[in-house]
């Protein structure tokens, strides 16, 4: 069966997912699908996402291949 090369499911977006079950895939020759409307997200301090610009000071990562982060994984390369 030929379906598009994109196939995606709504889950993360829905309202209710309690009760959501994870069988309404859905199909596109592209992404973003047809009918997509950009949102712009902050990230905020805490790690999570808002629609709304976070307030206080901004956060930085400063990165430096020659001095990486320890990890408890070990090399992963």
């Keep these: 069966m030929d379906r598009p090369s994109v ?3 709504p889950r ?3 309202e209710d997912r309690g009760n959501y ?3 309404d895939w859905r199909y ?4 973003p699908p ?3 409307v950009p ?3 902050y ?3 805490d790690a999570s996402l808002s629609p709304s610009a976070p307030g206080g000071s901004a956060r ?3 990165y430096d291949p020659h001095r990486p982060m320890p990890t408890l994984a070990g090399a992963t390369c």
């Design 7 to 9: 196939h995606y499911s």
């Design 12 to 14: 993360a977006w829905v």
């Design 21 to 23: 079950v994870a069988n």
């Design 28 to 31: 596109a020759e592209r992404w």
């Design 34 to 36: 047809p009918g997509a």
């Design 39 to 41: 949102k712009r997200f």
């Design 43 to 45: 990230l905020c301090g």
């Design 60 to 62: 930085s990562y400063s």
